[in-house]
């Protein structure tokens, strides 16, 4: 069930489908006034003026201002959490899934600069429903993903034994960072904003340490049996 | 120089000692006010009113709000702040130092429950100031000891070479994560608060997956040579 769907479930009174030119172009106007802005503080009137779209339409498709953030924040990280069932079916050991899925948590990120702070700003709003909704969309799926990896590599040998609670929140906690802090980081510590190749970087940097972490001996030296 | 002396120095107009009574009792109630209500947005009014301190002697103290929540942040982080140098300093492996650095971090945030939000909040205001009092206080200090604890640790065999901008990322990363989603993840996904046995456990989780990752084969297996 998608996020929009756990919407529409849970606000009986807005419209059903959010698959309409007009529903689009609040999502992209919201999305780029973020980007243009670098906050997450924006109103719906911002965003009805930069769409061209009535704001009374934003309550018509989105319920509110936070169905309207909700059904971006699943636009953009829908790729990322729709691939995760498709990754574990693959024929791949447990440390390549581990690594793709690393990679593509960073890359989300990435692609939308917006993504982490529209995550901090719903999971800690006033609203509780909202946060609920976002925890349900994000944070359950990539637990229970984790879960299931971590069992697979663990049974092949591959992986350490680990809590997944707090696996989680480590692998999370360590890309969410790259792009928490990295602003005031610039001012402040004479340290660069977070570029493609900083992004390549962080991903390799965090195969080292967590995988390295991770991994078993045997898995860890897989050539060298003696030192 | 400590964040007081800082914001003395940037903030002219404000008295030059924050140690008195007066300014203790602002920042206890403060403290207490984000405890009782598990949320760093609190007005003067209502820390004048918890404290019994006249709402303008804030100004006075402490210059503004914002004010008064860095020296609420300089003297809970104090702690293990001020312990970093003496930390560096002592007679033990690098292993061992960053094992207690990483204790100290998580204790640090556990005691204080608004800590994290706190930094959050005060990181990503609209005040850039108060935001680059912030990073002078606490994120310039902590990347510097990583950056020199890591060199420690390299020179000594123990550490693999990283980049100590992406280490303090990662490491700082996961500890924070521990307190910041977990109010969210307890509702939806079934997972209890942050006890002191959780603190301990995720202590002990991301020596093994930081440290795990950053130690050399060496250090990691210093008894087995083979296998």
Redesign the interface.
């Known amino acids: 069930m998608t996020m929009a769907a756990h919407l529409n479930h849970s606000m009986a009174t807005k419209a059903p489908a959010a698959k309409n030119s007009t529903a689009e172009k609040l999502l992209v106007a919201a999305g780029e006034l973020m980007i243009e802005r670098n906050s997450v503080e924006i109103s719906l009137a911002d965003i009805a003026q930069k769409s061209g779209v009535n704001a009374a339409l934003v309550k018509y498709h989105f319920g509110n201002k936070d169905g309207l953030l909700l059904a971006l924040l699943e636009r953009d990280a829908a790729n990322e959490m729709t691939h995760l069932d498709f990754l574990l079916a693959q024929p791949l050991s447990p440390t390549t899934k581990m690594k793709l899925h690393i990679a593509g948590i960073i890359k989300a990120y990435h692609q939308f600069p917006y993504l982490n702070?529209l995550i901090?700003y719903l999971?800690?709003g006033l609203n509780?429903d909202t946060?609920?909704e976002?925890?349900?969309f994000f944070?359950?799926p990539l637990?229970d993903f984790h879960r299931r990896l971590l069992a697979e590599g663990v049974a092949s040998g591959d992986f350490?034994e680990?809590?997944p609670?707090?696996?989680y929140?480590?692998?999370?906690?360590?890309?969410?960072?790259?792009f928490?802090?990295r602003q005031?980081?610039m001012?402040?510590?004479g340290?660069g904003p977070v570029t493609d190749e900083v992004c390549r970087?962080?991903v390799a940097?965090?195969e080292?340490?967590?995988?390295?972490?991770?991994l078993t001996?045997r898995a860890?030296?897989p050539s060298a049996?003696?030192?």
Chains 1, 2 share one sequence.
């Not at 929140?169 to 790259?178: N, Q, V």
């Not at 080292?208 to 991770?214: F, Q, R, T």
Request: aromatic residues 6%.
């Open positions: 702070r901090h999971l800690h509780r946060a609920d976002v925890t349900k944070v359950g637990l350490r680990v809590d609670v707090l696996f929140t480590t692998l999370i906690g360590a890309c969410d960072h790259l928490f802090g005031t980081m001012r402040a510590a340290i970087s962080y940097h965090i080292k340490i967590v995988l390295g972490g991770l001996n860890r030296q049996a003696g030192s």
